[in-house]
């Protein structure tokens, strides 16, 4: 990348390499760079500088056509020539060691000729037609989506329209995107010569949405590296600690895990199943978070075993006789060659345990049981778990009569699921900042669960998704006019929280008319979703369900201010229970400091939420949030908005509603979790029963605002519970 070609600099500070999961042959950039010094091979010989890749390239391509690779290392070597890096090696052995990486994946070949050639345009003199006249138009395509993509600022300050062409670009083809990936890895291999603060800024932008991206498209191999590099930049401690952890667990007599590994082996060759049966260390990150989640780590934690078959068939009885012969965990259990992950994994997991007794200090034989996961997949699946998309080939060649799609997109049969529902975002969303945004909440899910439609067939969807985002998944901009949902065979709100493997029935009204709730945004949780209701809600101005008057509130009496104090709400107890700070909390009217202020109790606005304000009887300031409909209302009728402001506080009153199906001590545990997560009940009502459905409102004092998602998803916890938010009162119109 041009960032990169610039005189020598002083090195800095080397980043410590993470242990890496496989053995993977390295570039020796001094003799990579003596050999790039030396210029181009004669023609027809290919060059020394470019073994490393020929040889891994010839191991997953053994036919390849190696002339393109020559060609494109002879260009890339003379253009690229008397510039160097800031490590000072000479840059060329940079697109050379992104170029491996991909090789080593099992990249084809015009992937890799795109690679080589893949800062030629941006840093040389060399231009797209050059490229295109000497390699064809997939190199020229490639190159030129790479070019794009390394003008593109993936920070906070990014120009929404801008990345929405440039992924766009991607999704037409994702081989852009792997040599992205690759890129980033080498310049993270290599970071330690930049400032600390620049490492810690491109680690953040890596975290933030390479590493997501890396994971949607299935490249495990690039992602988990990737991970452990930032990890080791951003938490530094915490990464030396885990490290010490690797090398402490080296050190130990026993293995636990070779243990398991000698049973299995024992065990698949009784059954006459041919298998290879390996042991993954777990890499840093991977490791890390297993040690927060169990706390004190077995031996059997620091790596899991793999078992590599042939045939899918060979998958269930490798699982078959491991749950035959050792005790399942059935909880870890999880078939994913049945239903495929969302970027194209397929594997069988398990855990299964072996006791082992040993003698204490007081003479006892306890049984310490170590658990083993397990990992089931052919070979094929392992290529693929490994490289993702890059595993995938060239899945641009259609026929000959089939070439040139209009607006130089292609149809890709293989492209994982997450790229083609992004360009349908793209094509829906109606403007770039709503897709910039949904894209981000799409790249901070990391996990998909599997949910089941009464037809056999499934959904893929984000952990957290709610039957509002089942309904859009399934029907499209027809989930409009979905009334209820039936989860597990039970009557369910929209709201409800899917689990992994629920069966949700999705029931749909017959009103063509039909429209959605605007509640319906707070429960979705997926960009699909959220755009379909977005645009109804968009073309449909006041018919979202809500009251036709423009203001949310009544005035009433205030308590008069100070000159030049800010101004706290004072209590009606006509007006609904809106949320409001205790004494010391404030809201400051910017342009008038004498007027009285009243929170919303329309739409509850808590410190940290965007808000505006509106004069009404009395000189009496009332505070909505922005989003409120109350504020599109007075603004359509002229009424001129109020700058407001919180004050230093973070502390709030906020009213919540829950709705339960009716069990015993349901009470009590919704207030319990309340306790735990410091909310101070001020008030509660809780309605009677209605078909078995209980309504509760409650009043709570919280000492942080930013504690307030925390308490709606504990109480969305508790067992009965299927819906908490902020409550939403029908008001009067204003006068």
């Not at 992205?180 to 993270?188: E, I, Q, S, V």
Request: include cysteine; aromatic fraction near 4%.
């Amino acid at each position: 990348m041009s960032a990169e070609a610039t005189n020598p600099a002083t090195p800095g500070p080397v980043v410590p390499a993470a242990p890496r999961r496989r053995s993977r042959p390295r570039i020796d950039l001094r003799r990579l760079g003596r050999a790039a010094l030396l210029g181009p091979a004669s023609r027809g010989r290919l060059p020394d500088a470019i073994g490393h890749v020929v040889e891994a390239h010839r191991f997953h391509h053994p036919d390849a056509d190696l002339e393109p690779l020559r060609r494109a290392y002879v260009l890339a070597e003379s253009s690229h020539r008397g510039q160097m890096r800031k490590s000072g090696e000479p840059y060329i052995t940079h697109p050379l060691a992104v170029t491996l990486i991909l090789a080593e994946l099992g990249a084809e070949t015009t992937t890799l000729t795109a690679s080589l050639l893949h800062d030629t345009v941006e840093d040389t003199d060399v231009t797209l037609d050059q490229v295109g006249d000497e390699f064809g138009a997939e190199v020229r395509y490639l190159v030129d989506g790479v070019t794009k993509l390394e003008k593109v600022d993936y920070g906070a300050a990014a120009e929404p329209e801008t990345f929405r062409k440039m992924l766009v670009a991607t999704g037409n083809d994702v081989r852009v995107m792997s040599i992205k990936l690759a890129d980033r890895l080498h310049n993270m291999r290599t970071l330690g010569v930049m400032r600390p603060e620049k490492q810690e800024r491109i680690a953040k932008v890596t975290r933030d949405v390479l590493i997501p991206l890396a994971e949607r498209l299935g490249v495990q191999a690039l992602k988990t590296e990737l991970e452990d590099l930032v990890f080791a930049i951003l938490h530094p401690e915490e990464y030396e600690h885990t490290r010490k952890l690797i090398v402490d667990n080296a050190s130990r007599a026993d293995d636990a895990l070779a243990e398991f590994a000698d049973v299995t082996r024992a065990v698949l060759r009784d059954a006459d199943i041919q298998a290879e049966v390996l042991i993954r260390p777990r890499h840093l990150v991977s490791l890390h978070r297993t040690a927060r989640k169990r706390g004190r780590l077995r031996g059997s934690d620091f790596g899991r075993l793999l078992v590599l078959v042939n045939e899918d068939a060979d998958c269930y009885a490798v699982l078959g006789e491991l749950h035959t012969c050792m005790t399942p965990v059935v909880s870890e259990f999880k078939d994913f060659i049945a239903v495929p992950k969302f970027n194209l994994y397929q594997s069988l997991h398990t855990a299964v345990s072996l006791p082992r007794a040993r003698t204490d200090s007081s003479g006892g034989t306890p049984a310490d049981v170590q658990v083993a996961e397990v990992l089931i997949r052919t070979h094929q699946m392992h290529k693929v778990a490994e490289a993702g998309v890059v595993a995938l080939g060239n899945p641009y060649a259609p026929p000959a009569e089939e070439q040139g799609a209009p607006d130089g997109e292609r149809v890709d049969p293989t492209r994982p699921g997450w790229l083609s529902r992004l360009l349908d975002w793209q094509e829906a969303a109606p403007d770039p900042d709503t897709f910039w945004s949904t894209l981000r909440e799409d790249l901070a899910q990391d996990r998909e669960i599997t949910v089941f439609r009464p037809d056999g067939g499934t959904l893929g969807l984000p952990e957290g998704a709610t039957c509002v985002d089942a309904a859009y998944a399934q029907y499209g901009e027809d989930a409009h006019a979905c009334l209820g949902a039936r989860v597990n065979g039970r009557l369910a709100t929209l709201s409800t929280v899917l689990r992994d493997g629920d069966s949700v029935q999705l029931l749909m009204g017959q009103d063509p008319a039909s429209e959605p709730s605007r509640e319906w945004l707070e429960h979705a949780h997926t960009p699909a979703a959220r755009i379909a209701i977005q645009r109804w809600l968009a073309a449909h101005p006041g018919t979202d369900g809500a009251p036709a008057e423009a203001d949310g509130t009544k005035a009433g009496p205030t308590r008069p201010p100070s000159d030049g104090v800010p101004a706290h709400p004072a209590p009606d107890a006509s007006a609904p229970e809106a949320p409001g700070p205790r004494p010391g909390a404030a809201i400051t009217v910017v342009d008038r400091p004498g007027a009285g202020v009243r929170l919303a109790g329309c739409c509850t606005p808590v410190p940290a939420d965007e808000v505006t304000g509106f004069a009404v009887r009395g000189g009496v300031v009332t505070v909505h949030r922005v989003e409120c409909a109350a504020v599109a209302r007075m603004t359509e009728a002229g009424r001129a908005a109020v700058d407001v402001r919180w004050g230093d506080t973070t502390e709030c009153r906020v009213t919540l509603f829950a709705e339960s199906f009716g069990r015993p001590h349901l009470l009590a545990d919704l207030t319990e979790a309340m306790a735990l997560e410091g909310a101070e009940i001020v008030s509660a009502t809780v309605e009677p029963p209605s078909q078995q459905r209980v309504r509760h409102t409650y009043t709570v004092q919280l000492p942080d605002a930013a504690r307030l998602p925390t308490l709606i998803r504990a109480m969305r916890d508790v067992p009965g519970v299927y819906d908490v938010g902020r409550a939403h009162h029908q008001t009067p119109p204003f006068s």
